[in-house]
């Protein structure tokens, strides 16, 4: 976010220009992406046996996310922990992923004291070489590690390999997506050409929900390139940027309420880490912007709270308390 702050001073603040400069620092940052680079599969899944299973033809799993009851965190109640040799910085970043994620979601993360006996499943965080996680809770209820090393130091790379964790594979192996995306499999080598296969899942994966460019699972366009001038991943939607790692895109967030069971009744309708550049640069509490921030980003914007007073008190419109309610 620190980038943001950056810009604010230098820019005048409208939509189109936020989502500009989104566009721009997302096609940078990718261009140096560590989770693509840590030498496992697809970059940063760490393989064992059970992922191996589901890898290796689990044809009945019908969805992007782990099903099987042993994968999930029981309602969804995430237990972790930190590394003793985690810079404190990263830890505050972590911390920072995690707050993200329960923000925006009904899952609960729970930090435990270290070397605690009493609980037997948990995440520790840890810094190694890059960035990886496991798919999903480990079924043998033991410490699970995920590493937030050097070069992983973002928001939304901390939120991809908690999700990760919490179930899900990249965005672009779906069985889908060869209508959305093309790969250039000229400038893959070999030796990388497994981490672009489609796993056998049915078109109801990812719950329903469209083919998400905007996902933070989703690989950047240079992933794997053998000549890192030239994407190996094309989006058939010109338009489209792909492998942000600001934090959750709007049907991220869906699919992680619906595998966990989340009902929420103040959601932002764009994706959160949109949002959340809006309200870096000040358009929630911008009145030329104010509706749309109110339509579009409420959670991120703090507007639920007047939502429900407005829906209480029905002769004032959210607009018209806003202006009676200062956003902070
Ligand atoms: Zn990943």
Same mark, same amino acid.
């Given at each position: 976010m620190a980038y943001f702050a950056v810009v604010y001073c230098k820019t005048s603040t409208t939509i189109e220009h936020v989502e500009h400069l989104i566009k721009k620092y997302v096609e940078n940052d990718a261009t140096r992406r560590k989770e693509e680079a840590?030498?496992?599969? #697809?970059?940063d899944i760490v393989i064992d046996e059970d992922t191996k299973r589901y890898l290796l033809?689990? =044809?009945?799993?019908?969805? *992007?996310?782990?099903?099987?009851?042993?994968?999930y965190w029981p309602r969804g109640i995430v237990y972790y922990t930190f590394d003793a040799n985690l810079a404190p910085l990263t830890v505050d970043l972590i911390k920072k992923g995690i707050h993200h994620l329960k923000k925006r979601t009904c899952l609960k993360f729970v930090e435990i004291p270290k070397? *605690? /006996?009493?609980?037997?499943s948990y995440i520790k965080f840890f810094s190694g070489n890059g960035c990886f996680s496991r798919i999903? $809770? &480990?079924?043998?209820?033991i410490e699970q590690k995920i590493s937030i090393g050097i070069?992983?130091?973002r928001i939304g790379t901390v939120v991809h390999e908690i999700m990760h964790a919490l179930g899900f594979f990249h965005e672009? @192996? $779906?069985? &889908?997506?060869d209508k959305y995306i093309h790969i250039d499999? %000229?400038?893959? #080598?070999q030796e990388h050409a497994h981490n672009f296969q489609m796993y056998p899942?049915? !078109?109801?994966?990812?719950?329903?929900k469209p083919y998400d460019?905007?996902?933070?699972m989703h690989y950047s366009k240079?992933?794997? %390139?053998?000549? =890192?001038?030239? /994407? @190996?991943i094309i989006p058939t939607d010109e338009k489209a940027v792909i492998g942000q790692r600001l934090g959750l895109s709007y049907y991220d967030r869906e699919e992680i309420n619906s595998l966990y069971h989340c009902k929420e *009744?103040?959601? &932002?309708? !764009?994706?959160p880490y949109k949002c959340i550049a809006f309200r870096t640069l000040g358009l929630c509490s911008n009145k030329l912007h104010q509706q749309k921030m109110i339509d579009g980003c409420p959670k991120s914007c703090n507007f639920c709270a007047m939502k429900k007073l407005a829906a209480k008190d029905t002769s004032k419109t959210i607009k018209e308390i806003v202006e009676i309610v200062p956003v902070s």
């Open positions: 840590s030498g496992l599969f #697809e970059g033809g689990a =044809q009945n799993m019908p969805r *992007d996310a782990v099903i099987s009851p042993i994968y070397n *605690d /006996p009493n609980h037997k999903g $809770r &480990d079924p043998n209820n070069g992983c130091e672009h @192996t $779906r069985p &889908d997506r499999w %000229s400038n893959i #080598e899942r049915s !078109l109801g994966s990812s719950f329903g460019y905007d996902s933070v240079y992933a794997f %390139s053998k000549d =890192q001038r030239i /994407p @190996t *009744d103040c959601v &932002d309708k !764009l994706s």
